[in-house]
């Protein structure tokens, strides 16, 4: 692991900004279009396309419909590897560009700064083609925003049984041109087959029951990959919903063929090339099923998820190894992903001057030239290092060749203290050369919803781990979030270079909750508790779904043609798993009865989507399994030593167990607990009946003890 690189590190992710700022301001280099006072990295990546991108908004569609022309939606993200290849070989092309100019009016647009309008169009795509999807996606909508064909990446021309872009322009043009009415019919019948499938998925709420989620876990464990861990043959990402999910059924039902196939899984992660054995963190997912071969990019919300996950291995099993993925994580992610006033951005690409992996691969000739004879002989057996390689970029015209992926090759091979002081050293000098090369780029949006995620990862990392500068980190990412993005009325979602968007997003409320809860437990400021209430009744009114339980993934706009609510947890939770899950645990904390009944109505309005399809509400199943325990709470009366019966109950793995203190928007029961004999007190509680309370820490990890497997 890279040691003392912070400053390097951070020059290397400003450098990466200032290339993007740059750009931005460098407006002589070229003809620019109408994306070029924009604040995503992404759309500032297509500022000079010969293409006439607009950004998502009214200019947008006021043009398609003056002028009658249908309007080419391309949905992507920064760190998108499909997209930066479209990219280069469509949007820079003028042939493309000049065709697309002329038929279409263009409209690029960032999902992670608008996830409700991407995700109308991928339920519409999917809708369209029985399932599927990615990025980029390339939607063709009428100048009313419907959808009436699409496609995730196209090459220029046709290729092994792919359509060109080239020929999808033109067939849809001439379509749009001499079957107008046709067209905008079939846009009609699909935008009023999806407000009808709308009606028809608001089902009768029901209980979820221990036999529904014990008959989801059987299903689970079937799909999964008892070899490699993880579930699927092919394309894996980690799936972090459900391994949690794995944890929780373990933690309530003792079932161990579930934590074999967390542990399963987050040992071969750690020992794949999904993990960056040089600087921490993971990337996206691999393109195989032994987590060998990954796309190099390495987003937040997995470093936060993944934190979370190894902290949980860390506190059930006490092995070391988790700890130090804990720690490499958390240390890569306040090296190379931190703002300076705090807050944490939102991704870093994969590839670096244009070649995917060229950052982080190695060859072993460039192996031979860095290392001594000991350090190469112990490195090149240790990560699996061979004259060939083990990753070529199928994408790339001119691929480099040779790289090898640094994984962790034979797992029990136990060094000598001689090896592994070799292989320290080697890690070392790569580590240097690495930073030497010219870096990936860093996305540094920062979103809410995100930091939200990484800020209740880091805050717990903390106090689990017994390193102060993560807490610090995490109390200093909330207050940024805070200053930038919240107005005393209405979360915003994204904040860059000075600016915030004019756009609302559930996650990002409900994470946020998450995070101010979390900073709430670990310090027992009241604050956090007055803000995540805030922000709970601010959720409610914007994106609650009072009639059929649920939260929608965004406001109500003129520009949505559809409001939709997330179907599956998948990368992250669902707006609607992370409402039942937070608004729960408020109801316990403060003991309002309406945040209890938003809550359960959100969880029971997905029962019968569990039982169709468990595989897509892991999330939602973790929170049942929740609401199926006890819902305990430690109340912390007093202060003088409360630090340190925090530290005893973060250092427990106790899943679903709430810390308040009794000050505050709490209940009215808990407010009537008080130290006893002048001392810090705490009392385990469930509802209004509590153990005898206990004055001293020992007695404390007594009372919360541990299970293990």
């Known amino acids: 692991m890279c040691i003392n690189a912070f400053v390097?590190?951070?020059?290397?992710?400003?450098?990466?900004?200032?290339?993007?700022?740059?750009?931005?301001?460098?407006?002589?280099?070229a003809?620019?279009?109408?994306?070029?006072?924009?604040?995503?990295?992404?759309?500032?990546?297509?500022?000079?396309?010969?293409?006439d991108w607009y950004p998502w908004g009214k200019q947008a569609f006021q043009k398609a419909k003056k002028e009658n022309k249908p309007i080419l939606l391309s949905i992507g993200y920064s760190?998108?590897?499909?997209?930066?290849?479209?990219?280069?070989?469509?949007?820079?092309?003028?042939?493309?560009?000049?065709?697309?100019?002329?038929?279409?009016?263009?409209?690029?647009?960032?999902?992670?700064?608008?996830?409700?309008?991407?995700?109308?169009?991928?339920?519409?795509?999917?809708?369209?083609?029985?399932?599927?999807?990615?990025?980029?996606?390339?939607?063709?909508?009428?100048?009313?925003?419907?959808?009436?064909?699409?496609?995730?990446?196209?090459?220029?021309?046709?290729?092994?049984?792919?359509?060109?872009?080239?020929?999808?322009l033109a067939t849809l043009a001439q379509a749009w041109n001499e079957q107008g009415d046709e067209v905008l019919k079939s846009a009609n019948d699909i935008h009023r087959g999806m407000s009808e499938s709308l009606i028809k998925s608001s089902v009768a709420a029901g209980e979820i029951t221990g036999n529904d989620l014990a008959e989801a876990m059987k299903f689970l464990l079937q799909g999964a990959d008892g070899k490699h861990g993880g579930w699927g043959m092919g394309t894996k990402f980690p799936q972090v919903c459900h391994l949690r999910f794995l944890l929780r059924h373990w933690y309530r039902t003792g079932n161990k063929e579930?934590?074999?196939?967390?542990?399963?899984?987050?040992?071969?992660?750690?020992?794949?090339?999904i993990n960056d054995h040089l600087a921490g963190g993971f990337h996206r997912y691999t393109v195989d099923d032994r987590w060998l071969v990954p796309h190099f990019e390495k987003m937040l919300y997995d470093q936060a998820q993944l934190l979370d996950f190894y902290l949980d291995l860390w506190l059930i099993t006490g092995d070391l190894s988790y700890r130090a993925v804990a720690m490499d994580i958390s240390d890569y992610v306040l090296r190379e992903m931190q703002h300076k006033d705090g807050g944490f951005y939102s991704a870093q690409d994969a590839q670096s001057e244009g070649k995917e992996g060229k950052y982080h691969c190695w060859t072993l000739a460039e192996l031979k030239a860095l290392l001594s004879e000991d350090e190469l002989k112990v490195a090149t057996r240790w990560y699996g290092i061979t004259e060939k390689g083990n990753f070529l970029d199928h994408s790339d015209p001119e691929p480099l060749l040779n790289l090898n992926v640094l994984h962790i090759a034979?797992?029990?091979?136990?060094?000598?203290?001689?090896?592994?002081?070799s292989l320290d050293s080697a890690n070392a000098k790569m580590c240097n050369a690495r930073f030497d090369r010219i870096p990936a780029a860093t996305d540094d949006k920062v979103l809410a919803d995100w930091n939200g995620m990484m800020i209740a990862a880091l805050a717990r990392a903390g106090i689990v781990l017994e390193e102060k500068k993560y807490h610090t980190a995490a109390i200093k990412a909330h207050g940024l979030v805070k200053a930038k993005l919240w107005d005393g009325r209405l979360l915003y979602h994204r904040w860059r270079d000075g600016e915030r968007d004019q756009s609302q997003q559930a996650a990002s409320y409900l994470q946020m909750i998450a995070a101010s809860l979390t900073l709430y437990q670990t310090t027992l400021d009241a604050g956090y508790l007055d803000f995540a209430i805030l922000l709970a009744e601010g959720a409610r009114k914007l994106f609650y779904d009072a009639k059929n339980g649920g939260f929608y993934v965004g406001t109500d706009r003129p520009d949505l043609v559809l409001r939709l609510k997330d179907d599956f947890d998948g990368a992250t939770p669902t707006a609607s798993s992370q409402a039942a899950y937070q608004f729960l645990r408020l109801a316990v904390i403060t003991g309002r009865e309406d945040f209890r009944k938003i809550g359960e109505k959100t969880l029971h309005g997905a029962?019968?989507?569990?039982?169709?399809?468990?595989?897509?509400?892991?999330?939602?199943?973790?929170?049942?399994?929740?609401?199926?325990?006890?819902?305990?709470?430690?109340?912390?009366?007093?202060?003088?030593?409360?630090?340190?019966?925090?530290?005893?109950?973060?250092?427990?793995?106790?899943?679903?167990?709430?810390?308040?203190?009794?000050?505050?928007k709490v209940d009215a029961f808990t407010l009537t607990l008080k130290p006893k004999d002048a001392k810090t007190t705490a009392y385990y509680c469930a509802g209004k009946t509590c153990q005898a309370p206990v004055t001293e820490v020992q007695a404390l990890g007594k009372m919360l003890g541990k299970k293990t497997p």
């Open 31 to 51: 003809e620019l279009n109408h994306l070029i006072g924009e604040k995503s990295p992404y759309l500032i990546l297509h500022a000079r396309n010969p293409v």
């Open 8 to 29: 390097i590190a951070t020059l290397i992710s400003i450098v990466a900004i200032n290339q993007l700022h740059a750009e931005e301001a460098n407006e002589k280099a």
């Open 410 to 421: 034979e797992p029990e091979w136990k060094t000598t203290a001689q090896e592994q002081k």
């Open 79 to 168: 760190t998108c590897h499909w997209c930066h290849v479209m990219e280069r070989e469509s949007f820079q092309n003028k042939e493309i560009a000049e065709f697309l100019n002329k038929h279409f009016v263009a409209i690029k647009l960032d999902r992670e700064e608008r996830p409700d309008v991407d995700k109308i169009y991928m339920a519409a795509y999917q809708a369209m083609y029985q399932g599927g999807g990615g990025w980029p996606l390339n939607m063709f909508l009428t100048p009313d925003l419907k959808p009436f064909a699409g496609g995730t990446y196209f090459p220029p021309n046709d290729r092994q049984g792919r359509p060109g872009f080239k020929r999808v």
């Open 607 to 664: 029962s019968a989507s569990i039982k169709a399809s468990p595989f897509s509400f892991t999330e939602m199943m973790s929170v049942a399994e929740m609401e199926l325990g006890e819902q305990p709470k430690l109340v912390i009366a007093g202060k003088e030593t409360s630090s340190d019966f925090i530290k005893a109950r973060f250092q427990t793995y106790r899943p679903h167990l709430l810390l308040t203190g009794n000050e505050g």
């Open 258 to 273: 579930a934590f074999k196939h967390a542990r399963l899984t987050a040992d071969k992660m750690m020992q794949g090339g």
